[in-house]
């Protein structure tokens, strides 16, 4: 399998100011976005990613999120054998949060 592309709470607030056509992706449960998640993300708890994989774009940069960026790596690395390719957000909701 290839490397999964990391992005950082950084430089996904800098391309999300500019404008750039992003698919965020938040795989966390629900209690978990309950407090929170970044504008514009769409709520795919990672348990049901295998019955949506046929409805992720595939002509978009898909960026998945999680807590600490620890499960969206996984569903990025599942994703792979279907040959979509994800970027996971490194440092997840805890780094972006301290990045405000």
């Given at each position: ?8 709470p950084q430089e996904l ?77 490194s440092g ?9």
């Amino acid at each position: 399998m290839n490397e999964i592309p990391q992005m950082t709470p950084q430089e996904l607030r800098k391309r999300l100011a500019a404008g750039e056509e992003l698919v965020l992706i938040d795989v966390r449960e629900e209690d978990e976005v309950a407090s929170g998640m970044i504008p514009g993300a769409q709520h795919i708890p990672m348990g049901q990613i295998p019955q949506q994989t046929g409805a992720l774009p595939a002509d978009k940069e898909l960026v998945f999120i999680c807590r600490s960026g620890s499960r969206s790596q996984r569903v990025c690395e599942y994703l792979q054998q279907f040959g979509i390719r994800g970027t996971n957000l490194s440092g997840g909701m805890i780094e972006w949060n301290e990045t405000e």
